[in-house]
Structures are given as C-alpha cells and as structure tokens.
C-alpha cells in the first residue's frame, strides 16, 4: 500500500496522506521538505523515496522555449480562467505554454469579491422567468463551487451569509429563494440555510440596525483568497509538465495558410522577444478579450462589454469574524456584499461600464455609494467614517456579447467561446466560480478544432487537488508552531495560504530572537506576513514588488498604509534574492508606490481630502494656524516627521517609527516629506468630517483638552 509516512525529529505526532495523495504528489513530481529536521518520506511498492523537485525557475522555463518545439496549445492570459485552461490541457498529456503579460491574476481574477457562488440571484431569475439557462448556469456553479472547496481545502471554506428582513411579507419569499438554493445544490450543498429571529440575528450580526429589523434567514457559499487560489492553479500547471510565464507579452500572432500557428511574445523583465509554434492558440484574456481577436482580424467587432466593480476594505470591526451579509436590494438596484476577508471587511461591489484599461482605479463616487448603503444596514451607534476604508480598488468585469446570435446588444448570461476563421479560440465572460468547467469545454474545443492528440481525452481537473491541498488538514497550523515555533497567528496564515507548502516557508524563515515567536520576522505590524513569504514568492515566480505587495501577500488590497511601509523591505529582500542592483531596486519601489498609490484608492483618498472646502471660522482659523506654528518650532513655514516626532514626545506618547511614518504620510497630501500649513489645515477638516482615522497626529491636531473647537458631526 503507497502511503506518505511523515518522520520528524522532534514532531509529537505522524501525519499520512494516503494513496490518492500519493499517487497525486508523484505525478506532479512534488514532495514537500519539511525543515531540516523533519522530512517526508514517500514509498511505494518497490521502497522508491522519491525527493523534493522544486519548481522549475523562470529562467529554466525560458531556456525550454528555445527550442523549435511545436506545442500542442498556448495559452494567453494567467487569469483563472487562463490558468484554468493550462492546467487542464497540461493534465490531459498535452504539451502546453502559458503567457501572462503581468502576473498571475494581476486583473480581474485578484478584484473579486471573493466569494466562490454559485448565484442566489440568477437562481431567482431562473424561478421567476421560467429560464432554463440561467438554472443550468446556477446548478454548474454549484456544482464547481462544491469542486473548488475540495481540491483547494486550504485555501476555500464555507461561509455563513445573512439577509437581513425588514418587512415580514418578504420573509416566506426570501426563505422559497434560499430553500431552493440548497434543493438545486442537492448532495453537493454546503450547508443547510437557516432562519433567525430578531434576537438571534442580532446575536450573530451585532452591528446591524435594530430598526424595523423582523429577522433574518443565512444561506452558505464558499469564499476564498481569490490571488492565492489563481496562483495555486498555476503552479499546478507546471506540476504537471505546462510551461507558465508571467510578465510574458504576447505582441504578435503567426499565421501559415492562414490558420494560426504559433505566437511571438516578449519578455518584459529582460526585454527579450521569442517566437513559439503552437498547434492551437486560447485567448483567455478577460477584459482584453477584444485586443487579441483584433489582432488575429483587425476587422472584428468587439464582444466585450466591460464593467467596473469597486469594492472596499474597512477594519474587522465592521463585520463578525465568521458571518457575512447580503443587501439584495439597494437603492438603485444593485447588490452590496459585506463580509469578513482576511482579518478585515470588504464591501461591495458596484457595477459601471468603463473603458478596458490596464490599471483600473477606483472613483470616490463609488466609494461613496458603498458607505451610503452601508449606513442603510448598520446601527447607527456604529460611525460609518470615510477614513475608515483601508484600501479601495476596481476588477474590471469581462461582460460578453455572444457572437453567435444576431442581437448583438445582448449579453451573454454565461461564457461564451467563439472560434475564429484563423482557429484562433477564444474563452470569454463567466465568473470565477466557473474557471474549471470554463477550461473543460475550452480544451475540449481545441482538440476538436485543431486536431490535438492528447495523451488522456476527458478532462482530469475534477477533483484535482490543487498546490498545496494535498495532505493538509486544519491541525496543519499546530505543527507548524510545535515544529518551527511560529507565532499562532503566523501558522494560521500560512496554513490557509500555502497548506502543506507552508512547511517550506517556515523553513525560510529567519530567527527572531525571541523564545517565542522563534522562527518569522513580521513584514508588517499587525499582519500575519512574515519576510520569509517574499523569499517564497521568488521561487513562485514573483518578480516585482507589487507581484508580492499585491498577490502573493494581499498587503496593497488591505491597508494602503501597511503595503507602502513596506514596500521598501520586500525590494530589499527580493533584490537579494534576483541580484537587483541600486537602480533596479529604486524602480521597483517607485512602481509598487505608483500602484498602492493609483490602484489601491490612496490616491482617490488623497484627492476627496484636497476638495473638501477649508470652512473654518475666523476662530478656527486662528486657533489651528498656533497649533500649527508650535508643533513647526522653528517657523520654517513646514513641519517634518521630525517635528512630528518632537511633539509627539513631548506629549507623552511613544509611537514606533513605522507607525510614525505611516501617520505622516497619510496627511502628506503631495508625497514631498513635508506638511505645509495647507495640508495641516486639510488635515484638521478632515478629521471633523471623518476622512481620517483616529490616531496620535490627529488627536495632538484637536485634542479635548486644548478648548478648540468640536467636530459638527461627521460626514
């Protein structure tokens, strides 16, 4: 029998992973290497002990597509969709390169809401409209939704989600809707949805309003990190024998007798372009879906109807740690979700058609729309504040027109996948919950069209357990912390983010020199990341710093604030690692501050602050321009963190460097190290009106016992 038997010195108890696993591990050609004292060891019938093969480095996968090997499919687009596709024609034995312009999940795939769903309101749609499309739609996506927390066990749970009933002829509705949610999920539901009655719904959800509250029903869906899970499946791909690459540009189309046979692609990291012949071309580019069909026929009319969906981040007290909540009707229609993410709460989202653009931004109109419903369902004793949004950002959503139907004003309810005179084959629209069953019919559509002989013909990817899936179990993080002495919260994370591969990054931690935590430098205050992530992420195929700030740790998507200050270690730690010079690593930091800057909503923060009106009385005025001059002391007409930290001393409170300088640069409105009196002034009006959260600077700025004047309230 082929079992993993886990021998450790030191360990107090033996994990075994059985024979799927096994059979799985061997496959993709990965045993993980516990530490240097703790090993596993695989053995099979003839007593092999096979070794950990780590992934192969980006340079290895380049040297490879020297050759003038024709593969069987490239894939453009590193997408869940895309990464979906290259893992499933990988695992059916054919010969498979996968071409991401940025990094993996860098769109849309990281911007989501992160809920795996398979879609209560399509459902009510199916029912009410007697639509048989949209009921199959639902009943795939749960389907997937069940699959997906299978093979990603780490990395996908089960989530409670409230609706909350205000009027109790709605109640017999919502609860029809939520039944008939589980009854179509069958064998495959989650959980059973439930009702509660006032007093428990405030139980389970106290922030939530009291007025004209009846009672509320919960239903399930899966959640995830949504970049995590993206990166997994594309790691998987290379298991098992696909070649991916990020920050791979695909600049041309190759065409003999007018059918596509290969792609020309350049790599932006060195500036290198290679050509790669190819039997079959997918086009998995989300909302770049248009700019790849123009460029194998210029001609084309474009089907892709983008949309922009902003969602926020505000802190944990917001939401309780384990229950989410839905507003299935705001008020112009839309959906809002609330839920708890990663030890924060994210909201959203919104639905605005924009352009397609590589660096999408949230707006403040957006922002503004998601606190304004926000306040319809929260207590009033909880302040809803715009300081309070951590981090805002916008996924551009890939609606499509199906080219197939002559009403071409119509969106597709699904995905589409259109095939091109020149065989070009593109995979369009759906959602991330789909990816998988998107990929199968994608794959299954190549080797028909374009004559692929792959090694196994059905889809393998039901049931494949993804990167680090294999073997885990939720006591995962207590070895991890008997084995390395990792701080619990630490060997949380790592568990949910890398399962079993969580024993290689303890490995690369650094000591701390504390009895406990003893192994895991923390990268941020307050966060569970710890510096040995970025040594990992390098061998993951992370090659920027807004790779790591973004995706690899969700930093930039959870506090602006905490992702800048860190900006500067991770380049530090990273250049080590690739060899980056001075010049390289200045870059880096500049471009990772660009985009936590213009992607991340500081600069839509920065902005609103600039434009509210300087209404302060001749009193004020006067009153804040002193305090302004006394925490100056030298009159230079500026104030620096210096001073900042002088006057921060001299009252009393003792505040460390990191959160100094995060204080600071949150009111340094232009980025020039300076506070001039505009910004103080901005400063204090935004404090009255809630655009800042609380901390030392902005309590020395109106502090109760200096007879300035009170807030009027807040915004």
């Known amino acids: 029998m082929a079992m993993f038997l886990v021998k450790a010195v030191g360990l107090t108890s033996t994990a075994l992973i059985g024979v799927a696993g096994y059979r799985q591990y061997k496959r993709s050609g990965w045993i993980a290497k516990l530490s240097d004292e703790a090993t596993v060891y695989a053995a099979n019938e003839r007593s092999e002990i096979p070794h950990y093969e780590p992934l ?3 340079a290895a996968q380049i040297s490879t597509l020297r050759s003038d090997k024709i593969y069987d499919v490239v894939v453009i687009g590193g997408g869940a969709t895309g990464c979906g596709v290259a893992l499933d024609s990988a695992t059916r034995g054919l010969s498979t390169v996968l071409l991401e312009k940025y990094d993996f999940s860098s769109g ?23 639509d048989i499309e949209q009921y199959k739609m639902v009943r795939e996506a749960l389907h997937e939704r069940a699959n997906l927390c299978k093979v990603a066990p780490h990395l996908a749970y089960h989530l409670p989600i409230m609706l909350p009933i205000y009027k109790w002829y709605k109640a017999p509705y919502f609860w029809a809707g939520i039944k008939a949610y589980d009854l179509v999920a069958g064998s495959q539901k989650l959980r059973s949805s439930y009702y509660l009655n006032f007093q428990r719904t405030l139980d389970e959800f106290p922030m939530l309003s009291k007025d004209k509250l009846k ?7 899966g959640a995830h ?27 041309r189309l190759h065409k003999t007798d007018q059918r596509l046979s290969g792609v020309r692609f350049k790599d932006s990291l060195t500036g290198e372009e290679f050509t790669i012949r190819a039997r079959c071309v997918v086009n998995a580019t989300g909302p770049f879906t248009d700019s790849i069909r123009s460029m194998d ?10 949309s922009s969906g902003v969602h926020i981040v505000l802190p944990d007290y917001y939401s309780p740690a384990s229950m989410g909540l839905l507003d299935p009707e705001t008020s112009d229609g839309r ?13 959203g989202t919104t639905d605005t058609a924009c352009p397609v653009v590589d660096n999408p931004a949230p707006t403040e109109a957006d922002i503004q729309f998601i606190l304004s419903e926000i306040r319809n369902y929260l207590s009033p004793e909880v302040r809803i504040r715009r300081g309070d949004v951590l981090s805002a950002w916008s996924g551009i959503r890939p609606l499509v027109m199906n ?20 065989n070009l084959i593109t995979i369009a629209g759906g959602k991330w919950t789909t990816y998988r069953s998107m990929a199968k019919e994608t794959i299954d559509k190549a080797i028909e069209v374009c004559g692929l002989n792959p090694r196994v013909a059905q889809c393998q990817t039901d049931g494949l357990v993804l990167e680090g899936g294999v073997g885990w179990s939720p006591t995962l993080p207590i070895r991890l912390v008997q084995t390395f002495g990792l701080d619990s919260d630490v060997a949380k994370h790592l568990s949910a983010t890398y399962g079993v591969g969580a024993y290689e990054v303890a490995r690369k931690g650094a000591p701390t020199g504390l009895h406990r935590p003893a192994i895991g430098i923390p990268l941020a205050a307050g966060f569970p990341y710890i510096e040995a992530e970025v040594r ?6 992370a090659a920027t710093v807004v790779d790591v700030v973004a995706r690899r740790t969700r930093l930039a998507f959870l506090s602006t604030d905490a992702a800048e200050m860190t900006v500067d270690r991770i380049a530090g730690i990273m250049g080590d690692e690739l060899g980056w010079d001075a010049k390289r690593t200045r870059e880096e930091i500049k471009k990772a501050n660009e985009f936590i800057y213009l992607e991340m909503g500081a600069k839509t923060k920065d902005v609103a602050m600039q434009s509210l009106p300087l209404n302060l009385t001749p009193t004020e005025l006067k009153h804040y321009t002193e305090r302004f001059n006394h925490i100056d002391g030298r009159n230079k007409g500026y104030i620096t963190l210096a001073d900042v930290r002088g006057f921060l001393y001299s009252s009393g409170q003792s505040v460390s460097d990191e959160q100094l300088m995060r204080i600071f640069g949150s009111v340094d409105l232009n980025r020039n190290g300076l506070l001039e009196l505009s910004e103080f002034l901005t400063l204090v009006v935004a404090v009255k009106g809630d655009y800042v959260m609380a901390n030392p600077l902005s309590a020395a700025v109106m502090p109760p016992q200096s007879g300035g004047p009170k807030s009027r309230g807040s915004k």
């Open 335 to 347: 959906v809002i979700f609330f839920l708890p993410w990663l030890g924060r709460t994210i909201a």
């Open 297 to 306: 026929r210029p001609e084309v009319k474009p089907i892709c109807k983008p």
């Open 56 to 58: 192969p480095t980006r």
């Open 536 to 541: 990992h992420a390098v061998a993951e195929y």
């Open 403 to 422: 080219p197939a139907k002559t009403d071409t004003q119509s969106l597709a309810r699904n995905h589409i996948i259109e095939v091109s005179p020149s």
């Open 225 to 251: 990190d949504d970049a995590r899970t993206n990166v997994a499946l594309a790691l998987t791909a290379v298991r098992n024998g696909a070649v991916a690459l990020n920050h791979a540009e695909v600049t």
């Open 215 to 221: 009672c509320s029903l919960v239903y399930y869906d």
């Open 108 to 130: 849309t795939s990281s911007r989501s809401t992160k809920l795996i769903h398979g879609g209560v309101r399509y459902l009510q749609k199916a029912v009410f409209n007697l």
